[in-house]
């Protein structure tokens, strides 16, 4: 249990997966900034729940794909208290595409806020939780996806490779700051009912892809929540370099 000054921060923390890992980290005691891109409407809901529910939050836009931008961020989150955990979680996905027919604007702007975008956080992170640099230690959650091992083939190869960096990103960033004090892991969610498939421009994705998940259904960002939760907590002391699925079985 956090004590109330300890922070974390959820980066798009208005949302999906990142509002229901928003709620759940107030529950357990920090004081959560719930950061946003453009939906300021969405994000102050999720910090006035909290806050009704009796925790502290404040939201805070920042977009991940601009590093002025990020390190304002952080610094908002200093003037809040202590950050003991970030949640690595904005990104995106694009419409259906072949590698053949993505354009390097496409891929720049998947890039930068999928793996720069979490570089970068992390970077300010590290700053502030490692003992190498006077803090006292923290947890990185990072989020993958099931298609860093699927691929994506004929969808977004692009948005799979961007989540293969990420798994790699967590096992190298993890061995680096084992030894001050910092876990970090990935969860590689599988298909999970939130907005990102609409966002790709098919709203009907979940429900038309249950039949090739093992559990026959798709999960629900409360589910991933609640795993980043157990991540991010002590009772995942000696878990560090993890790439944990949750995904209904979806994985090869
Ligand atoms: P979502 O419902 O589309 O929400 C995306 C969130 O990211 C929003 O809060 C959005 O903020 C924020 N965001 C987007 N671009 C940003 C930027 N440049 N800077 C800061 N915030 C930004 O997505 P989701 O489904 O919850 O996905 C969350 C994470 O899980 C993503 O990394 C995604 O790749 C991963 N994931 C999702 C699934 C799935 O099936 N849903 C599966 C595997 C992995 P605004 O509200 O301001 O737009």
């Not at 003991?84 to 390097?104: F, H, I, W």
């Not at 700051?177 to 966002?199: F, K, L, M, P």
């Amino acid at each position: 249990m956090a004590n109330g000054r300890e922070v974390a921060i959820v980066t798009g923390g208005s949302r999906g997966i990142g509002a229901a890992t928003s709620l759940l980290l107030a529950k357990a005691g920090y004081l959560v900034v719930v950061n946003y891109v453009s939906n300021k409407p969405a994000a102050e809901k999720i910090a006035a729940q909290i806050m009704h529910d009796g925790g502290r939050a404040a939201a805070v836009q920042g977009d991940v794909a601009n590093e002025d931008s990020i390190v304002q961020l952080f610094n908002a989150a200093d003037r809040l208290g202590t950050l003991k955990t970030l949640v690595n979680n904005a990104g995106v996905v694009d419409v259906k595409a072949r590698v053949d027919e993505m354009s390097a604007e496409r891929l720049a702007r998947m890039f930068t806020i999928n793996i720069m975008g979490s570089f970068l956080c992390a970077r300010e992170a590290v700053k502030r939780m490692s003992t190498r640099h006077g803090g006292s230690g923290g947890a990185i959650v990072n989020m993958s996806s099931a298609a860093a091992t699927l691929g994506a083939p004929g969808q977004y190869v692009d948005y799979a490779a961007s989540k293969g960096a990420i798994d790699t990103f967590t096992i190298g960033l993890a061995r680096e700051v084992a030894r001050e004090g910092i876990r970090v892991n990935a969860i590689r969610a599988g298909i999970i009912d939130t907005e990102i498939h609409a966002s790709g421009g098919e709203p009907e994705r979940a429900a038309q892809l249950r039949g090739q998940i093992p559990m026959q259904r798709e999960g629900t960002a409360q589910e991933v929540a609640e795993t980043i939760i157990w991540l991010a907590s002590g009772k995942a002391s000696y878990v560090t370099g993890a790439c944990l699925s949750v995904s209904g079985g979806r994985s090869v």
